[in-house]
């Protein structure tokens, strides 16, 4: 019998101390080896190339382009690509996201390392693997209606200090339309005034600053 090739490993991350405590992770485990590591989303993608992993840790905020867009750009040439999402942040808007984009895991990086391993092996046997504590923040929205694109906009608009009139000026529409979109993102977000809503969308990764 032929020993079973260990699991191939790429990790990207734009923090050097949480790269080197992932790769310790990695390396204490005898089925497992980490075969590179990158520190933005464009290097992942070379290096993606290069390498060719068996799994992909990838951190969500990366500061060139989001893991999202990264693993998007990755899928459109490698089909076959299975990446565990990693993030501070525990918003459902953007787990939704890079659930959508195709991630097969998603991973709190304040949760034990033995959970990163286990899901390494899951999603390595091919399955798809959101834990409890993040399946929970999905479930808590699921139903309620998406901003459109627009109301996006007006909401980070709003979220870097512009007024009413501001926005109108920025996006070239009127200020009672304005008016209007912020109407539909409170009453969407659950909000009591625009600050509410800022914190919400913030909070659940719908915008960032």
Known sequence: MTPTSPIRVFCVDDHPLMREGIGAVIRNEPDMLLVGEAQC???AIAEYRKHRPDITLMDLRLPDISGIDALIAIRTEFKDVRVIMLTT????????????????GFMLKS???KQLVEMIRKVHAGKRHVPPEVAAQLAEHLGHEALSKRELEVL?????????SDIAALLFITE???KGHVKHI???????????AVAIGLRRGIIQL
């Not at 980070?156 to 009413?164: F, S």
């Not at 409170?186 to 509410?196: F, G, H, S, Y």
Request: aromatic content about 2%; hydrophobic content about 30%.
């Open 186 to 196: 409170m009453e969407k977000l659950d909000a009591r005034d625009r600050t509410e």
């Open 111 to 113: 949760m034990p390392r």
């Open 176 to 178: 009672e339309t304005v």
């Open 89 to 104: 942040f525990d918003g459902d808007a953007e787990i939704q996201r890079a659930l959508e984009a195709g991630a097969k």
């Open 41 to 43: 989303g464009r290097d």
């Open 156 to 164: 980070q608009k709003i979220a870097g200090g512009n007024r009413n």
